[in-house]
């Protein structure tokens, strides 16, 4: 059965960096695009970022280009999510999402747990 386990988020402060990962499996990684959503306390959710099925094609979310960067490694089947200079506002658990047939959220047919990111002094 497909599963997405995500992994690597924590505390951290303002300014600082953190990788969260997604393990995928149970279907072909590398014939899907792949998401990373993320809900902060109180919000609904928000996209942050979208990949390609090679890892050529990256979008972003406004509120995190230029901070952010996802990859990808189908060998792995791994997704990743590079987050630096963190903001406060960047607190939040971040889910990953497998793409289905469609671009927006409501098109993504599976879920990980989701990773709570927290950054605070």
């Known amino acids: 059965q497909v599963q997405l386990v995500e992994s690597g988020g924590g505390l951290v402060q303002p300014g600082g960096s953190l990788r969260v990962s997604c393990a995928a499996s149970g279907f072909t990684f590398s014939t899907y695009y792949m998401s990373w959503v993320r809900q902060a306390p109180g919000k609904g959710l928000e996209w942050v970022s979208s990949i390609n099925f090679g890892g050529g094609g990256t979008y972003y979310a406004d509120s995190v280009k230029g901070r952010f960067t996802i990859s990808r490694d189908n060998v792995r089947n791994t997704l990743y999510l590079q987050m630096n200079s963190l903001k406060p506002e960047d607190t939040a658990l971040y889910y990953c999402?497998?793409?289905?047939?469609?671009?927006?959220?409501?098109?993504?047919?599976?879920w990980g747990q989701g990773t709570q990111v927290t950054v605070s002094l």
């Open positions: 999402a497998r793409v289905g047939d469609g671009l927006t959220m409501e098109s993504y047919d599976y």
